[in-house]
T-cell receptor
């Protein structure tokens, strides 16, 4: 257990639907990062939150949004889902300049 | 812009050495290295900060050339457990600690 908790582990949904992915960072970590990894591809940065505020944005689609709550857990909302959104979605947390700790990921399948 | 990793793939026999390179077109504040096994989350190996070099993790070490904006990961006397995909991640400034990952290097160690 890395200390970063992601739920659900697997999600199967239909095109056009909306889903919410949840992440609880490691205790004490204020930063949360979301990454998308398509089949056998690299890790694409989506968005970062730090202590409740958006800190950086990557190539995140307008159909996607995220937020970080006062208890520091974060949610990634994906709407109007398309087949191409099928991927592994990772959440990671960190403290300042230290390495990231990744959660086990949510595997999203859009059918 | 994501850093470039080379080689894209490498096959080793147990006990052999390997070097994985990572280069960026932007000035770097730090470089991270991660290993990901198939279907699992990336695991942090080490971080190299501007102005310094940090080693650690079994027989795996790394270097960081700030002027050339490059980092290299050295795996010595490889073990079967070293198999996986290695990612470098670069941070371009010390604000936010946002990582941009390279495309990955697939390493397979055979008996």
């Amino acid at each position: 257990d890395s200390g970063v908790t992601q739920t659900p582990k697997h999600l199967i949904t239909a095109t056009g639907q909306r889903v919410t992915l949840r992440c609880s960072p490691r205790s004490g970590d204020l930063s949360v990062y979301w990454y998308q990894q398509s089949l056998d591809q690299g890790l694409q940065f989506l968005i970062q939150y730090y202590n409740g505020e958006e800190r950086a944005k990557g190539n995140i689609l307008e159909r996607f949004s995220a937020q970080q709550f006062p208890d520091l857990h974060s949610e990634l909302n994906l709407s109007s889902l398309e087949l191409g959104d099928s991927a592994l979605y990772f959440c990671a947390s960190s403290v300042s300049s230290y390495g990231y700790t990744f959660g086990s990921g949510t595997r999203l399948t859009v059918v | 812009q994501q850093p470039v990793q080379s080689p894209q793939a490498v096959i080793l026999r147990e006990g052999e050495d390997a070097v994985i390179n990572c280069s960026s077109s932007k000035a770097l504040y730090s470089v991270h290295w991660y290993r990901q096994k198939h279907g699992e989350a990336p695991v942090f190996l080490m971080i190299l900060l501007k102005g310094g070099e940090q080693k650690g993790h079994e027989k795996i070490s790394a270097s960081f050339n700030e002027k050339k904006q490059q980092s290299s990961l050295y795996l010595t006397a490889s073990q079967l457990s070293y198999s996986g995909t290695y990612f470098c991640g670069t941070v371009n400034n010390n604000a936010g600690n946002m990582l941009t990952f390279g495309g990955g290097t697939r390493l397979m160690v055979k008996p």
